[in-house]
């Protein structure tokens, strides 16, 4: 596949990811992810020593269901909503069944009274598996660019 369709491809996939969190439907966000896979949101300083301790860890989708499920039944938090606005895609290296990607991102945090505020900026570092029609991905890094993350740090990036 060449770079421009791949790219293409990773591009719409983002525009449906960032829409499935930004539109508070975080029950289909898993559907993103191979069975196997792995999520992880860190700092920058964390993924440039080679921590592989995160703020949000999961190895495989039925953890992430389990974030979402605790999410709307289990955890207490103030209500609020991301609005994500993504960069294109940087495609590092494409092989048989798998590309591998670079997007840098912002996400604006919109609290229940309006508050509006630059909640994180980064990079999601991503290996996809585009052997069938849908490409998912197998992991997704979310290195976030400073080391201060607020607590509430609930809502997917």
């Known amino acids: 596949m060449d770079t421009v369709s791949v790219r293409e491809k990773i591009a719409t996939f983002q525009a449906a990811y960032i829409r499935c969190i930004d539109s508070n439907q975080l029950e289909d966000w898993p559907d993103f992810f ?11 300083d964390n993924y440039r020593d080679g921590l592989p301790a995160g703020l949000i860890w999961a190895n495989n989708r039925a953890m992430l269901q389990d974030r979402i ?13 991301y609005r994500h606005i993504v960069g294109l895609p940087f495609v ?11 997007t840098p991102f912002m996400v604006a945090r919109i609290m229940h009274d309006g508050v509006t505020d ?40």
Do not use: W
């Open 34 to 44: 191979m069975p196997q896979c792995q999520y992880t949101v860190t700092t920058a």
């Open 69 to 81: 499920s605790a999410l709307r039944h289990a955890n207490i938090y103030e209500r609020h909503s």
């Open 92 to 102: 590092k290296s494409d092989q048989l069944g798998s590309v591998s990607a670079e």
């Open 118 to 157: 630059l909640f994180c900026t980064g990079v999601y570092y991503d290996d996809y598996d585009i052997t069938g029609d849908v490409l998912h991905l197998k992991s997704r890094i979310v290195v976030c660019d400073s080391s201060r993350i607020d607590t509430l740090l609930a809502v997917p990036l």
